[in-house]
């Protein structure tokens, strides 16, 4: 049986140009990027291109993009060492962002690093309440504010634009984690008011265990990672050098083809849409789904109540489906997903995150649509 993967929003399927890029770099290149010798040198000028394509993609300057383990290494970086650089007390985020950045916040505040951790409102689809974040930034002093793009579990976007600024109006020192949208989004770091913007490559079609963190060159920080001189003296360790190689690479496709894969992919997510309502009775859906408020490859379905409700996901499996009940990043967890019960949704209806990629087609979505009006007709609670 061939599987369907519809969780792309946990991770993506690698490249093949990516893998070509990297096998290459494994079999060629295996020099220390620090030794001073031919090999070494050698390795270290593909490091440095790497990020100078990243940079450029970017619209930033090599010396803003440090290259890290992946999303939650640079999330931690920018909210702890930003934090520690400037020496802010209060701190603003939502109660729906990712673990990453919501535990460390609440680490700090545990550890009286911060003195004041507030959240900004946000209403039933996961929108933020952009007077509420102005309220806190006007009574709160100088503010550290980690608030994402785009939801991982619902897709709904934040204008992150607004948010640079309201915080450059405020003094505030703004992070924003973008794993979910680097690649599927341009960013321009001239125009977004953000001081660090994060990255993830396993989340557009790169190797997983590899990421960056943007650092604006207005910012210095100190390292968190310690041990070595690597990463201009920001991360100490030897770098995952053929890693780096398959995130620069994979983020050239991901730019070149963007607005292709945009279209395609909002087709596939719209056409799963229409076909749900029309085959499943009483489905609803979590977050927003207007195509300019919501990121184009999620799509998080509330079905109706119905008896082994918490089965759902495994009865997908069983038929070759592979789909999330929220958030992959910590799969494993019988917790509920934070961010639903954030927006309130009912805990007695079953939520599953379809999530979809360049790779996936209208076929398989209908025999998805086909096995989950049969597994929903079974289970419906009467």
């Known amino acids: 049986m061939n599987r369907i993967y519809l969780d792309n929003a946990a991770t993506t399927p690698l490249d093949k140009q990516v893998m070509a890029e990297m096998v290459n770099v494994m079999e060629n290149y295996y020099g220390n990027p620090s030794s001073i010798h031919a090999q070494g040198r050698e390795v270290r000028t593909l490091i440095e291109k790497s990020r100078k394509t990243v940079a450029g993609l970017l619209n930033a300057v090599p010396a803003e993009v440090f290259f890290t383990s992946g999303g939650t290494e640079a999330d931690n970086t920018a909210i702890r060492c930003g934090i520690a650089a400037f020496g802010i007390k209060h701190a603003i985020t939502s109660k729906i962002e990712h673990h990453a950045v919501e535990h460390t916040m609440e680490q700090l505040l545990k550890d009286g690093v911060i003195d004041k951790l507030s959240f900004v409102n946000i ?3 996961g929108n933020l309440d952009y007077a509420h974040l102005e309220q806190l930034l006007q009574e709160n002093g100088r503010s550290f504010v980690s608030l994402m793009h785009a939801n991982n579990e619902l897709g709904t976007l934040n204008d992150i634009e607004r948010i640079g600024d309201l915080c450059e109006q405020y003094d505030a020192i703004f992070h924003s984690d973008t ?3 680097m690649g599927h989004y341009v960013h321009d770091v001239k125009k977004l008011k953000a001081h660090f913007i994060v990255c993830a490559a396993h989340k557009f079609h790169g190797p997983k265990g590899v990421g960056f963190i943007y ?3 207005k910012v210095k920080i100190s390292p968190m990672i310690f041990g070595g001189a690597q990463e201009r003296n920001m991360r100490g360790g030897t770098e995952n050098v053929y890693g780096i190689v398959g995130l620069a690479k994979a983020m050239e496709i991901a730019y070149a083809e963007m607005e292709e894969h945009k279209t395609y992919i909002q087709e596939l997510k719209t056409y799963m849409k229409e076909k749900l309502m029309a085959e499943v009775p009483g489905i609803s859906f979590n977050g927003e789904t207007d195509p300019e ?8 379905v509330s079905f109706p109540e119905m008896d082994m409700a918490d089965m759902l996901l495994f ?6 489906i592979s789909a999330s009940g929220g958030s992959a990043c910590s799969s494993g967890s019988n917790i509920g997903s934070h961010v639903l019960t954030g927006i309130g949704v ?3 209806r ?3 995150r379809f999530s979809f990629s360049k790779f996936n087609t209208r076929e398989e979505l209908d025999f998805v649509v086909e096995k989950v009006k049969h597994i929903v007709e079974q289970n419906i609670t009467v």
Do not use: A, F
């Not at 408020?293 to 998080?300: A, D, F, I, Q, R």
């Open 123 to 125: 209403d039933g689809k």
């Open 179 to 181: 794993v979910q949208t």
């Open 215 to 217: 650092v604006n060159h």
């Open 293 to 300: 408020k919501s990121l184009y490859t999620v799509l998080n």
């Open 315 to 320: 009865n997908l499996d069983i038929q070759g």
């Open 346 to 348: 009912d805990p007695n």
């Open 350 to 352: 079953p939520s599953v």
